[in-house]
């Protein structure tokens, strides 16, 4: 059978805005952010890389509420972490407790004045061996090369298994669409960033230790807001600055003795001139 | 045979379009539920999994209970649970399709289920529930439909069923025991990591279950003309009895553990659901009424001229089941998420949707249970008479 160019032309156009001009042509319509799979990915040129990632908390440096707020912004800001009210449908990446909620089982019957009340700061730990990623029947939730605990939000199924499973509270659900808007019709991302993509309902989301930075050369961008306070390395590099600390400095991780060995240190304090 | 199920009387299609009225109330709550997302029920980022997840648990023990009649009746050609055996085992099916319904309603993106044999995880107790649970499901309906059908043309069952039938044997008890691992693998959740957490999921489930049978079969010999044998309902009652003095004795076990080593990590969630934590008792009526059922139900089981009677073991079963349904269905789950990870408490109470829904799986359940006897029954009285 032959065909002249008209028709020839016609079945390429049509086939070309159904297959490739058809995906941008879609995308552009429901564009809202951006699409997971165009996250720049780790091991990419420039980008920076590390046997296990890890990070330290320095409480000395945290001196007030702002130091505190400053950090947790950065990152619930840049990811388009969604502010639900509803303390029970909380989506949180990086926040704070006191002392007895962030260390239980470390609290003692006296204790060092102040320390009671301190805001420490918790993020998920990037477990060396995390229960998380073994509990998950999808591997919605994997620990890539570098140490990072990953999460797929295409793939997660919102089974929950592995907040069950995390003894450091570090997953979030989410319990409503945050894409959504509350009963005053405020979006539950305040301000959206369009470099990041935002999730759906039904699944489970958590700190990256900001893989999408790594890729970039960049920080985690906590720890750069953090004038020092949260100090982020390779755990694997005898030379790196968190090892000096670690040499250094007395710290302690949470929940040690569940053997998950948590990638977060933190420096209590109380000897701030160290 | 599935024949048998589209003819009845009027009782029969009252009940079958109560229970259609039932599931199409849950089916609109779960619409509800899908659109908003399970933001609509109790639960919450410290109680992460509620009542679906715990109804699922006591459901996974009721399938595998049914093994309690099929065990003595083909190892040990126990002849007087002949007529009951199909009973268990269609039970079991009724049980297993909950089981999954109750996953399937609990999931935050139901579309994406698949997922789990997209992409098999074996390092996942998940991963093996559901083989587990599927594979139990299979192998009843074979067994079950197979042995029928053989009766019902007055011919012994095929040789090819009996390693089936010994296979699934083997099967019932691991479907609960990979289901409390579930639980019992997890670090930090102190109430759930329990190397005990198994055997009393199975003892659990062998006293509810069978509890449930006693019931079905009572309730089956007042409505039709089949009667079940009162010796098999009796070996029931003995056997429901054993299993729920086991059942109470392990509770015992996790309690002195707590209590006498006097970790308070240990003994949090067990204070939280019989005491109240931190001013936080919503479950303590609760879990006090599955206390005194347990009481009240052994009392009654363990005295044979009690039990004999069997308007009181009618009574005791729905002690034991109610009681155990309590602890499992509801306890079991919330208590582990309570105190959370930072040891705060945050309390869980199902809502109104989430109610509808689980009722709605409950009366799919019953629907499928309504059906598969109405055919067992109808090819047993046809048989007989």
Same mark, same amino acid.
């Given at each position: 059978?032959?065909?002249? %160019?008209?028709?020839?032309?016609?079945?390429?156009?049509?086939?070309?805005?159904?297959?490739?001009?058809?995906?941008?042509?879609?995308?552009?319509?429901?564009?809202?952010?951006?699409?997971?799979?165009?996250?720049?990915?780790?091991?990419?040129?420039?980008?920076?890389?590390?046997?296990?990632?890890?990070?330290?908390?320095?409480? /000395?440096?945290?001196?007030?509420?702002?130091?505190?707020? %400053? =950090?947790?912004?950065?990152?619930?800001?840049?990811?388009?972490?969604?502010?639900?009210?509803?303390?029970?449908?909380e989506?949180k990446?990086?926040w704070?407790d006191t002392?007895n909620h962030t260390f239980p089982g470390m609290? /003692?019957?006296?204790?060092?004045?102040?320390?009671?009340?301190?805001?420490f700061?918790m993020l998920c730990n990037?477990c060396?061996?995390?229960a998380c990623?073994?509990?998950?029947?999808?591997?919605?939730?994997?620990?890539?090369?570098?140490?990072?605990?990953?999460?797929?939000?295409?793939?997660?199924?919102?089974?929950r298994?592995c907040m069950a499973a995390c003894p450091f509270g570090a997953r979030s659900f989410?319990? %409503?669409?945050?894409?959504?808007?509350?009963?005053?019709?405020?979006?539950?991302?305040?301000?959206?960033?369009?470099?990041?993509?935002?999730?759906?309902?039904? =699944?489970?989301?958590k700190?990256?230790?900001?893989?999408?930075?790594?890729?970039?050369?960049?920080?985690?961008?906590?720890?750069?807001?953090?004038?020092?306070?949260?100090?982020?390395?390779?755990?694997?590099?005898?030379?790196?600055?968190?090892?000096?600390?670690?040499?250094?400095?007395?710290? *302690?991780?949470r929940k040690?003795e569940l053997?998950t060995?948590p990638?977060?240190?933190?420096?209590?304090?109380?000897?701030?001139?160290? | 045979?599935?024949?048998?199920?589209?003819?009845?009387?009027?009782?029969?299609?009252?009940?079958?379009?109560?229970?259609?009225?039932?599931?199409?109330?849950?089916?609109?709550?779960?619409?509800?539920?899908?659109?908003?997302?399970?933001?609509?029920?109790?639960?919450s980022r410290d109680v992460s999994w509620?009542?679906?997840?715990?109804?699922?648990?006591?459901?996974?023990?009721?399938?595998?209970?049914?093994?309690?009649?099929?065990?003595?009746?083909?190892?040990?050609?126990?002849?007087?649970?002949?007529?009951?055996?199909?009973?268990?085992?269609?039970?079991?099916?009724?049980?297993?399709?909950?089981?999954?319904?109750?996953?399937?309603?609990?999931?935050?993106?139901?579309?994406?289920?698949?997922? *789990?044999?997209?992409?098999?995880?074996?390092?996942?107790?998940?991963?093996?529930?559901?083989?587990?649970?599927?594979?139990?499901?299979?192998?009843?309906?074979?067994?079950?439909?197979?042995?029928?059908?053989?009766?019902?043309?007055?011919?012994?069952?095929?040789?090819?069923?009996?390693?089936? $039938?010994?296979?699934?044997?083997?099967?019932?008890?691991?479907?609960?025991? *990979?289901?409390?691992?579930?639980?019992?693998?997890l670090p930090g959740r102190h109430f759930w990591l329990?190397?005990?957490?198994?055997?009393?999921?199975?003892?659990?489930?062998?006293?509810?279950?069978?509890?449930?049978?006693? $019931?079905?079969?009572?309730?089956?010999?007042?409505?039709?003309?089949?009667?079940?044998?009162?010796?098999? $309902?009796?070996?029931?009652?003995?056997?429901?009895?054993?299993?729920?003095?086991?059942?109470?004795?392990?509770?015992?076990?996790?309690?002195?553990?707590?209590?006498?080593?006097?970790?308070?990590s240990?003994?949090a969630s067990?204070?939280y659901?019989?005491?109240?934590?931190?001013?936080?008792?919503?479950?303590?009526?609760?879990?006090?009424? /599955?206390?005194?059922?347990?009481? =009240?139900?052994?009392?009654?089981?363990?005295?044979?001229?009690?039990?004999?009677?069997?308007?009181?073991?009618?009574?005791?079963?729905?002690?034991?089941?109610?009681?155990?349904?309590?602890?499992?269905?509801?306890?079991?789950?919330?208590g582990g998420f309570i105190p959370n990870m930072f040891e705060g408490v945050t309390?869980?109470?199902?809502?109104?949707?989430?109610?509808?829904?689980?009722?709605?799986?409950?009366?799919?359940?019953?629907?499928?249970?309504? =059906?598969?006897?109405?055919?067992?029954?109808? *090819?047993?009285?046809?048989?007989?008479?």
């Amino acid at each position: 059978m032959s065909i002249d %160019r008209r028709v020839f032309l016609k079945i390429a156009g049509i086939t070309t805005a159904f297959g490739l001009g058809g995906s941008t042509l879609i995308n552009g319509l429901k564009k809202r952010g951006l699409e997971a799979s165009e996250l720049p990915f780790a091991g990419k040129q420039g980008g920076l890389t590390a046997k296990r990632w890890g990070m330290v908390v320095d409480m /000395s440096r945290f001196r007030n509420e702002h130091d505190i707020q %400053r =950090v947790i912004d950065a990152c619930h800001n840049i990811h388009n972490v969604p502010f639900f009210k509803n303390p029970k449908h909380e989506v949180k990446w990086i926040w704070t407790d006191t002392f007895n909620h962030t260390f239980p089982g470390m609290e /003692s019957e006296f204790m060092m004045e102040g320390l009671e009340e301190m805001p420490f700061l918790m993020l998920c730990n990037h477990c060396k061996e995390p229960a998380c990623v073994r509990v998950c029947p999808t591997q919605a939730t994997f620990k890539r090369k570098d140490g990072i605990v990953m999460m797929d939000m295409h793939r997660c199924i919102g089974c929950r298994f592995c907040m069950a499973a995390c003894p450091f509270g570090a997953r979030s659900f989410n319990w %409503r669409d945050p894409r959504g808007k509350d009963e005053d019709g405020r979006p539950f991302i305040r301000k959206l960033n369009p470099e990041y993509p935002t999730r759906m309902k039904g =699944v489970v989301e958590k700190c990256t230790f900001c893989t999408e930075r790594l890729a970039k050369g960049l920080q985690p961008a906590c720890a750069e807001k953090s004038n020092g306070g949260l100090v982020f390395g390779d755990l694997e590099d005898p030379d790196s600055e968190l090892r000096e600390i670690l040499r250094t400095r007395y710290t *302690v991780r949470r929940k040690q003795e569940l053997g998950t060995q948590p990638s977060v240190y933190y420096v209590i304090g109380g000897n701030d001139d160290v | 045979m599935f024949e048998k199920a589209l003819t009845g009387s009027k009782r029969y299609w009252i009940w079958i379009f109560v229970l259609l009225a039932v599931i199409g109330a849950g089916f609109l709550a779960y619409l509800k539920q899908y659109e908003y997302g399970l933001g609509l029920t109790g639960m919450s980022r410290d109680v992460s999994w509620g009542f679906y997840i715990g109804q699922f648990t006591f459901m996974v023990g009721i399938a595998a209970s049914g093994v309690m009649l099929v065990l003595p009746y083909y190892l040990h050609h126990y002849k007087k649970f002949g007529r009951l055996v199909i009973l268990g085992e269609f039970l079991a099916i009724s049980a297993v399709i909950m089981c999954m319904l109750f996953i399937f309603v609990d999931l935050g993106q139901p579309k994406r289920v698949m997922n *789990v044999m997209l992409h098999p995880t074996l390092n996942s107790v998940m991963f093996w529930d559901m083989v587990v649970l599927m594979g139990y499901l299979v192998l009843n309906v074979i067994i079950g439909w197979t042995v029928l059908g053989s009766e019902r043309k007055g011919t012994p069952p095929p040789g090819w069923i009996k390693p089936l $039938i010994y296979l699934s044997i083997a099967w019932a008890p691991s479907i609960h025991t *990979v289901t409390a691992f579930l639980y019992a693998g997890l670090p930090g959740r102190h109430f759930w990591l329990s190397a005990i957490m198994a055997a009393r999921f199975l003892s659990s489930a062998f006293a509810s279950g069978p509890a449930l049978l006693i $019931i079905l079969a009572l309730i089956i010999r007042k409505l039709t003309k089949f009667d079940p044998g009162k010796e098999a $309902i009796q070996s029931l009652g003995k056997i429901v009895t054993y299993f729920m003095l086991t059942s109470v004795f392990f509770l015992g076990l996790e309690f002195f553990t707590a209590f006498y080593s006097n970790i308070p990590s240990h003994m949090a969630s067990f204070k939280y659901l019989y005491a109240g934590l931190d001013g936080h008792n919503q479950l303590v009526p609760l879990m006090w009424i /599955s206390t005194i059922l347990a009481v =009240v139900s052994i009392v009654l089981l363990i005295n044979p001229k009690f039990r004999e009677n069997e308007k009181i073991l009618a009574l005791a079963s729905v002690a034991v089941f109610f009681s155990l349904w309590i602890d499992k269905g509801f306890g079991l789950v919330i208590g582990g998420f309570i105190p959370n990870m930072f040891e705060g408490v945050t309390e869980y109470w199902p809502t109104q949707p989430e109610m509808m829904i689980s009722m709605g799986v409950w009366a799919i359940g019953l629907l499928v249970l309504t =059906v598969l006897y109405k055919i067992a029954i109808t *090819v047993k009285e046809e048989v007989e008479l």
